[in-house]
């Protein structure tokens, strides 16, 4: 339960920043004047957030080649608004695949951060022998009864995984690197349907909390390899 309230938390603070500062300008600039000031604010914070900031987190450490490249799992969501993430490895893809098949909540933890997603718990340091094993139908908690359930496995290559409603399809991919190494690409697809003011807020709020815990995330499982295996991260 922490993990709900947590969230809960962050979006209430988030909402009640926003909120307070527009009954500040307006207070302060009076009712007419600061309404207007308001509106453009937020005309010129949306259209730089969707124009610059968004293009950028939705495709965080991913070549041009590998947002356009088709993966497993495509196929899963209808006219989605895809995003996809990746990071290097030193580390060869059979050194990367243990941590990815034990991600999740009860499981080894998502390598973020944990006072926020993993009710508290430290995420695993270390490969756990007991959640090595993942299979079609099994489900990737994300807190406690919601998650993802496993569609599809390629062993050493890909999980791909559906958020139950099927509004979201989620694949983590590993690739060869150029040279040597390999590459994690995260794929989502997302289909909010008819787009509504509480979905748009929704959306809103959720999408940059998305990306400030997958690059944690992404960021750790990097990091604990190369310190597994010796090398530089």
């Known amino acids: 339960m922490r993990t709900q309230k947590m969230i ?7 909402f009640l920043t926003g909120a307070a500062a527009v009954v500040g300008v307006i207070w302060w600039l009076g009712a007419g004047l600061g309404s207007i000031v308001v509106i453009v604010g937020v005309g010129l914070v949306f259209a730089l957030f969707r124009t610059v900031i968004q293009p950028w987190y939705n495709g965080w450490g991913a070549t041009d080649e590998e947002v356009a490249m088709a993966m497993p799992g495509d196929d899963l969501i209808e006219a989605p608004n895809s995003v996809t993430r990746a990071i290097g490895f030193a580390a060869e893809a059979e050194d990367v695949w243990p941590w990815l098949v034990q991600i999740g909540f009860g499981r080894a933890g998502w390598y973020s951060y944990d006072w926020i997603d993993n009710d508290g718990q430290p995420s695993a340091n270390e490969i756990i ?15 406690p009864e919601m998650g993802f359930i496993v569609t599809s496995i390629d062993p050493g290559r890909s999980i791909v995984s559906l958020l139950e409603g099927g509004t979201t399809s989620w694949c983590l991919a590993l690739y060869p690197q150029e ?20 979905n748009a807020v929704f959306v809103a709020i959720t ?25 530089a991260p």
């Open 179 to 198: 040279g040597e190494g390999s590459r994690l690409v995260s794929r989502w697809r997302n289909n909010w349907g008819k787009i509504t003011p509480a």
């Open 207 to 231: 999408d940059p909390g998305t990306f400030i815990m997958e690059q944690k995330m992404l960021r750790t499982i990097r990091d604990r390899v190369a310190k597994q295996h010796g090398v």
């Open 129 to 143: 022998p007991e959640h090595q094993r993942l299979s079609v139908g099994d489900q990737i908690l994300m807190m």
């Open 8 to 14: 809960m938390l962050i979006v209430l603070t988030v």
